[in-house]
């Protein structure tokens, strides 16, 4: 079966200009002064040391978007300075989810590692103007030379070396000549500087550690104060876009470009994304990696663009969503409930309905000839008549789901049970005439059923009603396949939070996985291709496991639930409004 929602790769990413927002407002005004000549450039900064997560996407749909909105450019720049947790593997990663959430940075591809011989030049301009120097302190040292945030820092003996000196130091830092630890450079700024970052801030480190891109070339390694502000210069960025937390840096953003007189991008802070019921930082979800709490990077529980991906959410809902939470100056905590409406209000319109039974239990229609077997017309689907329908097979033997039989129904039971008559969703009426039971644990285990042929399609023509439609597989056509169902990867809502003594582990849900191994699914599935995405009538959104699942053994993951958290969500708070 085809699938509408799996070729994204070409379109557009962005249909219509975002909203305004204060990041907007800024650019709007620098515009007007014709500040940078009118430009818009922008860039995407991520460190090649772990997977990008929703956060992440937030700040790429920001990026991207305000580039393409205002007609410019944005650049994807690895933030590569720290070479002890940065890899090839990551670099590739991030392009393809970059890519996959259907941006394009074109031919502006950068590194911050092929500026190293130019930060270098750029620290020994400023060892020469008086504004650097090499410290010998520990690192200890240094953190006690660096006072609080109540009292002022004091000067390390080694600040009034000599220009000479310090440069001789830093060359011989560069040859390799000292240990790990051993020296510093740091800037000359002031030490009793209310910011504790203008405390002559570090700006290179010995480090004798291999850099996936530069190998043994350096053994100096630029600070992340040092190299992004120069990076932004070298690439003639407009505005630098980075989260709140920078906030306080961007007084040595300024500061090192000023100081060097080198063209002046503009830092502006924007709230990072928090997200319910999961952590968006690389260094708890690494530990959730190398701890085997998940089955790697792109578990379909974790909150990675890989991971979401895998699990069949769409680059279109994600982006919805990054332009539905907006852009602002203060930290909040998005529900997930809304990432998931965003996820069904798209797969709604595009995702072709099929039926499959999750749980199946044998139905035998008595009255159903032997080796009868005919096709039934199924819409597939009912928002959009231009997916046109499909055949459905139909046979004496069936499957439903064990749930939507109860031997003893209670009030508001309104499906199949013992003398009852109901739809067959696409097919007939059927009526429980027996039930088969286990005779160990009195379960019951086959039904057998009549059905109204003159009932064909759905609907019954002496206008007689029945209470429920239930889904439904033909045994002989169907095809077997293991479902995974999700549930929230932790149990708490901010598992950021943690009580004393806890660690965020500790809130993993036990129940973030079920495994349906011998699950039913209607023949046209057979074909579908990894990643498509479909609506198994009453149960969810599912799509085909893009790593697992094999010709012989099909395997899906259910994407999301019919049932919209987030409206219900919004209807309780305008109760109390
Ligand atoms: P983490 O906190 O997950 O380790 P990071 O900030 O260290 O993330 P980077 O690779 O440096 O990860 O991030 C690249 C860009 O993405 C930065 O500009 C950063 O500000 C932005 N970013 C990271 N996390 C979020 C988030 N939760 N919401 C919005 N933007 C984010
Ligand atoms: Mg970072």
């Known amino acids: 079966m085809k699938d509408s929602t799996a070729d994204n790769k070409k379109k557009s990413p962005v249909e219509a200009a975002t909203p305004t927002n204060f990041i907007k407002q800024m650019i709007d005004e620098d515009i007007k002064a014709k500040k940078n000549e009118g430009r818009v450039h922008t860039r995407f900064p991520p460190e090649p040391n772990g997977y990008l997560h929703i956060g992440h996407a937030k700040s790429i749909c920001l990026n991207f ?21 940065e890899t090839m593997e990551y670099v590739e990663a991030i392009k393809e989810d970059v890519r996959w959430l259907g941006f394009d940075w074109e031919d502006r591809e950068y590194y911050a590692s092929d500026y190293f011989e130019q930060l270098f030049e750029y620290a020994l301009q400023l060892i020469k103007a008086g504004k650097a120097y090499v410290d010998s302190l520990s690192a200890e040292e240094i953190r006690e030379y660096r006072g609080t945030l109540t009292q002022p820092g004091k000067n390390s003996p080694y600040r009034e070396r000599s220009i000479e000196e310090n440069l001789d130091l830093f060359e011989r830092m560069r040859a390799g000549e000292f240990k790990d630890g051993e020296h510093v450079l740091r800037a000359k700024i002031d030490m009793a500087s209310p910011n504790m970052i203008m405390r002559d801030p570090t700006l290179y480190r010995i480090k004798h550690v291999s850099h996936y891109r530069t190998g043994s070339m350096w053994c ?19 505005h630098s876009i980075c989260t709140l937390e920078f906030e306080i840096n961007r007084e040595l953003y300024d500061w090192v470009l000023d100081r060097l007189d080198a063209y002046h991008p503009q830092q502006i802070e924007f709230a990072r994304l928090n997200l319910s019921y999961t952590v968006l930082s690389k260094r708890k979800l690494i530990r959730l990696v190398q701890e085997g709490h998940v089955s790697g990077w792109d578990d379909p529980r974790m909150p990675t663009i890989s991971g979401i991906r895998r699990r069949g959410y769409t680059p279109e809902a994600i982006r919805n969503f990054c332009e539905r939470i907006g852009v602002a100056k203060a930290d909040s905590m998005v529900d997930m409930a809304l990432l998931e409406y965003c996820l069904r209000e798209d797969l709604n319109k595009r ?16 009255n159903y000839p032997q080796d009868k077997e005919e096709e039934l017309e199924a819409i597939n689907n009912p928002e959009d008549p231009s997916m046109g329908t499909r055949k459905v097979p139909f046979a004496r033997v069936l499957y439903i789901e ?4 109860m031997e003893d129904p209670p009030k508001k039971f309104f499906r199949l049970a013992p003398g009852r008559e109901v739809r067959l969703r696409y097919a007939f009426f059927i009526t429980c005439v027996d039930v088969v039971k286990d005779p160990d ?8 059923c009549t059905y109204d042929p003159k009932t064909r399609g759905g609907d019954a023509p002496d206008g007689r009603k029945v209470k429920a439609t239930l889904h439904w597989v033909s045994a002989k056509h169907a095809i ?27 809130y993993i849900n036990p129940k973030s996985l079920e495994l349906l191994k011998n699950c039913k699914l209607e023949p046209s599935l057979a074909s579908a291709s990894p990643e498509s995405r479909f609506q198994f009538e009453r149960l969810g959104y599912f799509c085909v496991d893009s790593k697992d699942s094999k010709a012989e053994a099909v395997v899906f993951n259910r994407t999301v639930t019919l049932r919209d958290t987030w409206a219900k969500i919004l209807k309780s708070q305008q109760k109390k409004d």
């Open 220 to 238: 100096i390694y630029p600070m992340y104060d040092f190299t992004h502000c120069l990076s932004d210069s070298i690439e003639g960025i407009t």
């Open 351 to 366: 995702a072709p309905r099929v039926m499959g039974v999750l749980r199946p239990l044998k139905v035998v229609i008595e």
């Open 441 to 448: 644990s009195g379960q019951a285990i086959e039904l057998r």
């Open 65 to 85: 978007g305000l580039a393409k909105d205002y007609n410019g450019l944005c650049n994807l720049r690895y933030d590569d300075t720290d070479p002890s947790k």
């Open 402 to 405: 064990q749930d939507d039989f």
């Open 480 to 506: 077997s396949a293991e479902v995974r169902l999700y549930d929230h990867l932790f149990v708490k809502d901010n598992p950021n939070e943690v009580e004393n003594g806890k660690d965020f582990t500790d």
